[in-house]
């Protein structure tokens, strides 16, 4: 696909990487209702994804997720009644718990890696391979720069 010139400006980089974030979570979150997931919303979803392997604290959660501490509250509780996260006690400060994902959660995880897989390779097909490899250099290079979380997952 090629351009034509235009006397219009190109449209801001951050704008084109939402646009393509938010194509991910569409066909995710398609994917897992295809798998007759349907009780997890795009907003539970979003602070789901951001629990770590071993459990998140409630305030990081609301942090990486940029949400009130009260709206992450709100949608670990929709998850943890629904059967999706716990929460447990954090080992390393007994006052404090971490929200953890379930075994009904880890079930899920591969529905979302195969759409994943399929979305890297779509782009693949449509980029080259040349491309999307400088692509994922390119926002990594970036990750540097602009995730604070970057070492959490």
Do not use: C
Not at 142 to 153: A, C, F, G, K, S
Request: aromatic content about 4%.
């Amino acid at each position: 696909m090629t351009s034509e010139p235009s006397d219009r400006p190109l449209p801001f980089v951050g704008l084109l990487m939402f646009i393509a974030a938010r194509d991910v979570e569409t066909r995710v979150t398609a994917a897992m209702r295809r798998a007759g997931i349907d009780d997890i919303t795009l907003a539970q979803a979003r602070v789901a994804a951001r629990i770590g392997p071993n459990g998140t604290r409630l305030r990081d959660l609301a942090d990486q997720a940029q949400v009130t501490k009260q709206t992450a509250t709100a949608l670990v509780d929709r998850l943890e009644a629904a059967g999706w996260v716990e929460r447990v006690a954090d080992p390393s400060d007994g006052r404090a718990r971490l929200v953890r994902l379930t075994a009904k959660a880890a079930a899920l995880m591969p529905v979302a890696r195969a759409e994943e897989a399929r979305i890297e390779r779509d782009w693949e097909a449509h980029l080259g391979p040349r491309r999307m490899r400088e692509l994922r250099e390119s926002l990594m290079l970036l990750r540097e720069i602009t995730d604070p979380y970057r070492d959490d997952v």
